[in-house]
């Protein structure tokens, strides 16, 4: 069963989404850090990683993967659907004299002031306002 925010529990919401999303956005980060890091080793000048490095760095990567899952699973158990980690783009159901929505949010906002119908994404963001 789907649940539905109202405007009240969507912004009071926030501040986990945030700490949820900033520590995404970082693990996100570290991982292309990683792999571009694999990348430059293999086809560079330098010295291939050796099997152990390779071993090290895989680990390290599964573990952010996993990390990074766990962050996902927290989202998703509210309820929200988290459209883009590198932005922090996440989508709260909402029902709005009996019509669902979503209602749009993206890290670093102060708050939920915007919407959208549940079948356009960011392009057809549209200020709460509209939204009577």
Known sequence: MTRFYDLDEA?????????????LAGQRAE????????LAR????EEPLSD????LLRLRMQG???QMAAGVVRIDTLGI???DIESGLVDLPALVAGRQVWLCWRLG???????????????????????A
């Open 109 to 131: 906002e102060p708050r939920v002031d915007w919407w959208h119908e549940l079948d356009s994404g960011f392009g057809g963001r549209r200020p709460l306002l509209e939204l």
């Open 52 to 55: 152990e490095e390779v071993r």
């Open 31 to 38: 991982l292309v850090r990683l792999r571009d890091h694999a």
């Open 11 to 23: 912004n009071a919401v926030l501040p986990e989404l945030d700490a949820v999303l900033q520590v």
């Open 42 to 45: 293999s086809a560079g000048p």
């Open 81 to 83: 659907t988290l459209r």
């Open 64 to 66: 952010l993967v996993d």
